[in-house]
């Protein structure tokens, strides 16, 4: 049942993350040209440059600040991680294991340790 549920919200995450991918994309180029517009404005010498700079970095920004809904496609990417990471999670494997090996047991035992 457990894998049954992590496959369906590996899904909703899936569909959630397509949805907004474009919309990630875009936030991540406007930032990526704010960074540009505030090297510029660094760089340049009259006032003129320096208004100029600030016209398109507010340009620029409006379109950020537009796309921070993309923060929820960032989310969606880290739930696919997380639900990756339990699918594959090894603990299981260490439960179901029971020998009389010493090695074996100090595997339980440590994975019950650091939980």
Not at 15 to 35: C, R
Not at 63 to 92: P, Q
């Amino acid at each position: 049942m457990k894998k049954f549920l992590l496959f369906l919200a590996g899904l909703v995450a899936l569909t959630v993350l397509l949805a907004n991918l474009g919309p990630m994309i875009l936030l991540g180029v406007s930032v990526w040209l704010l960074y540009v517009v505030f090297k510029q404005f660094m760089k340049s010498d009259s006032t003129a440059g320096k208004i100029g700079w600030v016209v398109v970095g507010l340009i620029i920004l409006s379109v950020a600040v537009s796309n921070i809904y993309a923060v929820i496609g960032v989310a969606a990417a880290f739930a696919l991680y997380w639900i990756y990471k339990n699918w594959t999670s090894k603990s299981e494997e260490i439960r179901s294991t029971k020998s009389d090996d010493p090695f074996t047991n100090f595997e339980r035992q440590w994975a019950e340790m650091n939980k």
